[in-house]
């Protein structure tokens, strides 16, 4: 019989440097989660990865085992990632912070496929386009 979810925990943990520290060692805590067993998986899973912020869903079962589900990046993190900028504009529509040409947003795209809600590769783009445009980045 398949054991029954409890709780789903969904936080954000520096990949590969993921430490019980909080805000993570009190939010799987509270879940009952081992959090020393925890970070070592996820710092193992996602050593490949160090500098991104990595999305994570925990699902946490009655007899406090888990499972985690890694997702991508964020979108914005990726856009300011290929810019090599720290943060977005405070005023997207006057003050704009650089340009994303084609090539960049379709790779941000691809990379982020299997956690956007598009079905194919343009939808992607235009998804991750309006991403840029709010955070001050023209499209090219």
């Given amino acids: 019989m398949a054991k029954k979810i409890v709780k789903k925990v969904k936080v954000i943990a520096p990949a590969g440097k993921a430490t019980p520290a909080p805000p993570l ?11 020393g067993d925890f970070t070592k998986k996820f710092n193992d899973a996602t050593k490949g990865m160090i500098g991104d912020m990595i999305p994570v869903v925990i699902s946490v ?4 085992t888990y499972d985690f589900v ?19 504009s405070g005023k997207p529509n006057t003050n704009k912070i650089g340009t994303l040409t084609k090539a960049q947003v379709k790779e941000i795209a691809e990379k982020k496929l299997v956690d956007l809600n598009a079905g194919d590769i343009d939808a992607a783009m235009k998804i991750v386009a309006g991403s840029a445009r709010s955070m001050g980045v023209d499209v090219k």
């Fill in 70 to 88: 890694l997702k991508t990046p964020p979108t914005s993190s990726l856009i300011l990632k290929a810019l090599k900028k720290e943060k977005g």
């Fill in 61 to 64: 079962y009655e007899d406090r």
């Fill in 25 to 35: 060692g009190p939010t799987l805590g509270q879940a009952g989660v081992n959090i």
